[in-house]
């Protein structure tokens, strides 16, 4: 695997790797799906479907887009045959629209959906102890090599964004 300099993940990820974490991961029917979502508009918005079993977490699947609504990605949860747990969102989700007045919460509470609130990570110290969190988290983490290709990618190139700055230039 390719190293990147400053890679937050790279060293978790090439030991999922080595030990064989990062390979075909079937959905195991009757244990729940539980989904962590990144919301975004203009950027994308993501959800990772996880499944909790003994002491493994399992990243089954992945699914990006943007510009969509959330009756979209309502509908993509209901194309997939899974059984769902609990769904995990950021902050942003009680943010109130200026046109309706309700937030996405409400909206998605309202269409059925059980929202968890992960709290914001604010202070530079905050966000450093959410990245250790996954880093210890990669231990029982296994991935599907094919469905979550994509975040695979992004996570071996994820840095601080001031040396994202100077790769661009």
Known sequence: PVT???SYYNLVLGEA???????????????????????????????GFFQNIGKEWRLIDYYESSGEGLNYYLNVLQAKPYYYGEHYFPHDIEVRELGTGRSRKEVLESLGISVNVVKRLGTRDEVNEGIE??????????????????ILKALKQYRRSEERRVGKE
């Open 4 to 6: 990147i300099e400053g």
């Open 17 to 47: 790797e080595k030990e064989g974490r990062i390979t075909n991961v079937p959905y195991e029917q009757g244990i729940p799906v539980h989904t962590w979502w990144d919301l975004g508009m203009d950027d994308s918005t993501a959800i």
């Open 133 to 150: 969190a996954v880093r210890r988290r990669f231990g029982s983490l296994w991935i599907d090599k094919e469905r979550c290709a994509y």
